[in-house]
């Protein structure tokens, strides 16, 4: 007896082929499931005797039933997957967890100090209660300001030897390698290499915005060098041939064809190169300074900044302590919100800026 | 206006490597001359020495003479900035520059040397050129769209458009076609054919039935070996290459049974 199937040969092959194309799979609604069990024991955990942690570890520990459950029924390519998703998820929540507690701290405690009067008034002549961050906020921007105006020119000049005329000899190769260098330098480096200089002019003791300044710029030039140096390479050679053919001089191709082609992301890596070095705060201790009165010119004198603030608030608050110390925090987050806004700004810009087609 | 080239004993190299060799050829004026050969045997290479586009890629330097009217363009006194405003270059994919408009695409000789023009006369260079590349029609409601917006063919007419609108001598077009369907194929033909009342036009194509109907003058490069450099084989009136070559390798190459 071979067979009492009736049908064709013709229609078991294909049923049989298509049976080989098959496998068992979990259903779709699994993983939501063992997540859903997961979390609830997390929660479960957290709110009983176990504690927080206890408690998280446990359901995340659960979760770990999906791979398996797969292992047995899909067999051990789909559990491997599962299982390098799970750990790719993981991963990315233990990332969100500092970042959470960030925000979440700064804005608890650095939001009730907030008031019009807090972003609007110094700090002279204020002892004890009131008083604002009106000369940081100034000094950040001007000092931070001044730094931008002093790397930009540098570092997107570098980039465009580099790209544009280097291409890969020993000078653009010397130059790279310095930047490489330069972006490893410690910014309290930056901070005493930007006084050393300033006393060479201006005697021992120097107090000057434009030193903060020179010490940011230092730490944001090698940033801006190779933002600015990856997006002048996007750019396609074929469009910087079409200028040279075009009878179009070198030095023009550059400045009218391949950095308008790469401003947007020029742009962007300049606002995060901002964003990067808005917060630093020993270089300014050492160059800047801290003072309590607002201070618009940058070649005289100390200039109070936000970073600077938040920690002499914090490090020695006075008498009594609790208005300087919430007045830290207000600072703190004025300095996470300029951050978070110059974020939003490079976005808007990459998006406004960049070429426009129906590519 | 339009000028003949004169090329003697040119050797082309990229640093120590000779990629072309001993390249004697008349390209006579008003006249479509086809280059034809097997990839990597320097027809675009060479094509790039007739506007001294060639040197853009570093180490890359020629020997010989490549005379456009009796001048030297590669004499010592020539200034290649000058010499590419003269011989203008289609190239082969089409490359309209992302940030500009149809309009400023068209006009982009002009722009990016920073020419200034009144508005009534850069709107007739506009209209000129794209009546000449044949691409007016399609784009004159949408001049302010940009031009990498536009289809393939249509991208690749606005870069004939492109390289016409500075008035050249010479139009140099490396495989203008390679990248577009036959209908946008054909349009770029008919265009070359009208081209050439005005303009002296050398064209590289792997594609030996548009070299048979565009071009009065066809030459044949092949390589002589893996590594050795290119060479002009043979060149003349396309019906006699095409016909009744005389060397037996453009025969096979042109029949398809090369190698």
Redesign the interface.
């Known amino acids: 007896m071979t067979t009492t199937d009736p049908r064709p040969q013709r229609d078991r092959d294909a049923e049989e082929l298509l049976s080989s194309l098959r496998g068992n799979t979990l259903p779709l609604w699994a993983p939501r499931v063992v997540v859903g069990i997961a979390a609830t024991v997390a929660v479960l955990g957290a709110l009983s005797s176990l504690g927080v942690v206890r408690g998280v570890l446990l359901g995340w520990l659960l979760t770990f039933a999906l791979p398996i459950w797969s292992r047995v029924v899909e067999g051990p390519r789909k559990a491997t997957d599962r299982l390098v998703t799970l750990l790719v998820y993981s991963a990315f929540s233990l990332a969100l967890i500092p970042l959470g507690s960030i925000i979440w701290t700064v804005f608890s405690r650095g939001l009730s100090v907030m008031s019009a009067e807090f972003l609007t008034y110094s700090m002279r002549n204020v002892v004890g209660e009131g008083g604002g961050i009106y000369h940081a906020i100034m000094g950040t921007l001007l000092i931070t300001g001044a730094a931008t105006v002093i790397s930009v020119p540098i570092g997107l000049f570098t980039a465009i030897y580099i790209v544009e005329y280097g291409d890969g000899n020993r000078v653009s190769k010397g130059i790279r390698f310095l930047v490489d260098v330069m972006t490893g330098i410690p910014s309290i480096v930056a901070g005493l290499f930007a006084y050393a200089l300033f006393v060479l002019f201006f005697g021992e003791g120097v107090r000057m915005g434009i030193g903060g300044s020179v010490a940011l710029a230092v730490l944001m030039i090698p940033v801006v060098v190779r933002s600015s140096e990856e997006m002048l390479k996007l750019v396609p050679n074929e469009l910087r041939e079409a200028s040279l053919a075009l009878g179009v001089p070198q030095w023009r191709t550059i400045a009218k064809v391949v950095v308008p082609t790469a401003l947007a992301g020029i742009v962007t890596g300049v606002t995060l190169a901002i964003a990067r070095v808005i917060g630093e705060t020993a270089p300014l201790l050492i160059i800047a300074g801290a003072t309590d009165s607002t201070n618009f010119n940058l070649f005289d004198g100390r200039m109070a900044t936000l970073p600077v603030f938040a920690y002499t608030s914090i490090r020695f608050p006075g008498v009594p302590p609790e208005f300087s110390i919430d007045r830290g925090w207000g600072a703190a987050l004025t300095l996470l919100v300029i951050v978070m806004l110059l974020n939003l700004v490079a976005r808007l810009v990459s998006f406004f800026f960049s070429p426009k087609g129906e590519r | 206006m339009a000028k003949s080239i004169d090329v003697s004993d040119l050797n082309i190299y990229y640093g120590d490597f000779l990629a072309v060799e001993g390249v004697n050829i008349a390209i006579p004026a008003r006249s479509v001359t086809a280059f034809i050969g097997p990839s990597g045997c320097g027809k675009s290479t060479f094509l790039r020495s007739l506007?001294r586009?060639h040197e853009?890629i570093?180490g890359a330097h020629v020997q010989g003479k490549v005379l456009i009217d009796g001048e030297d363009l590669y004499a010592d006194e020539m200034d290649p900035?000058?010499?590419?405003?003269?011989v203008?270059?289609v190239?082969q994919?089409p490359?309209?520059?992302?940030?500009m408009s149809i309009y400023d695409n068209v006009l982009?000789?002009q722009?990016?040397?920073?020419k200034r023009m009144k508005k009534s006369e850069s709107d007739a260079i506009v209209e000129r050129s794209l009546r000449s590349a044949g691409l007016w029609a399609e784009v004159k409601d949408r001049l302010s769209r940009?031009?990498?917006?536009l289809s393939g063919g249509q991208q690749q007419r606005l870069?004939i458009a492109?390289?016409i609108s500075?008035e050249p001598e010479v139009l140099l077009m490396d495989e203008p076609c390679s990248a577009l369907d036959p209908i946008s194929t054909s349009v770029i033909e008919d265009l070359i054919h009208e081209l050439k009342e005005k303009y002296t036009i050398v064209i590289v194509t792997h594609n030996m039935q548009q070299a048979a109907r565009v071009s009065d003058e066809t030459a044949f490069f092949n390589l002589s070996g893996v590594g050795k450099p290119g060479k002009l084989v043979e060149s003349g009136r396309t019906e006699k290459i095409f016909s009744n070559p005389d060397e037996e390798a453009t025969e096979a190459y042109i029949q398809g049974r090369f190698g």
């Open positions: 506007n586009m853009v570093p900035v000058n010499v590419r405003r003269m203008g270059m190239f994919r490359n309209p520059f992302p940030t982009a000789g722009k990016l040397n920073s940009p031009g990498s917006g870069c492109r390289a500075v």
